[in-house]
């Protein structure tokens, strides 16, 4: 099998089909537009998720055969801090997420119960029981319109990891390491078992082709790199 003719292939059809989205939602300058109408953010999302996959699939490919340093636990420094989600680096995920299985329960949005303790007289904690007053808020306007601030973080990413195979591979060989130092880690292989995200049954778009590709390969990569 040759493993680079193969990366090659996919890498330049991958590279294509993210141009091609981060033109049609038009942050190619990462100028992004404040809002995107809901139609077309569904559509970029229907081929990003697939696009996603395959890189990743990508990844593992490349990772095939990497050795890096045996991974060791080291306490902080002290006066540093964790980075948070709002510094906007563009980090791209290394492993599927996994299916939810069973029922989930969504929040309830409606008025929350109140304590029923009546007070008579002068008190001081009387006011602790009056009914709370819910502060007002605006009417949101419903324009049929999506944020792309987040789409725009997942396009950089994608983007940066096509840009350097060879990195993120070593990325992804550091995140096993520390899987593998772990007690009782959820899972261990960057792929979920059964179909990836963004599977389809019959492709509609060169993406689809190129994700069965991918994880055709990647799982092939997978068997014998642990054998």
């Known amino acids: 099998m040759d493993w680079a003719r193969a990366i090659a292939i996919n890498q330049i059809a991958l590279t294509r089909i993210v141009a091609a989205l981060i033109a049609m939602v038009g942050l190619a300058a990462w100028g992004a537009a404040a809002r995107l109408p809901r ?18 699939r990508l990844i593992v490919i490349a990772a095939r055969g990497v050795f890096v340093k045996p991974f060791c636990a080291r306490p902080m420094p002290q006066g540093l801090a964790l980075v948070g989600r709002g510094s906007g680096r563009a980090s791209f995920q290394l492993f599927d997420s996994r299916k939810r299985f069973g029922s989930v329960r969504t929040p309830s949005t409606g008025p929350k119960p109140e304590p029923r303790v009546f007070v008579f007289g002068d008190n001081p ?4 029981f009056q009914p709370r007053e819910q502060p007002r808020l605006e009417p949101e306007i419903d324009d049929d319109t999506v944020g792309v601030e987040r789409l725009g973080r997942r396009l950089a990413a994608i983007k940066m990891a096509l840009e350097n195979l060879a990195a993120q591979a070593k990325r992804l060989k550091r995140w096993q390491a520390r899987r593998d130092v772990m007690r009782s880690p959820k ?5 979920r078992p059964g179909f990836p995200p963004g599977h389809r049954r019959e492709p509609r778009d060169e993406v689809d082709r190129v994700l069965r590709e991918c994880h055709a390969l990647a799982s092939d990569a ?6």
């Open 39 to 56: 139609p077309l953010y569904r559509r970029a999302l229907r081929l990003l998720r697939p696009a996603e996959s395959a890189v990743r």
């Open 125 to 128: 904690i009387a006011p602790l």
């Open 187 to 191: 899972f261990r292989s960057p792929l």
């Open 222 to 227: 997978l068997k014998e790199d642990t054998s």
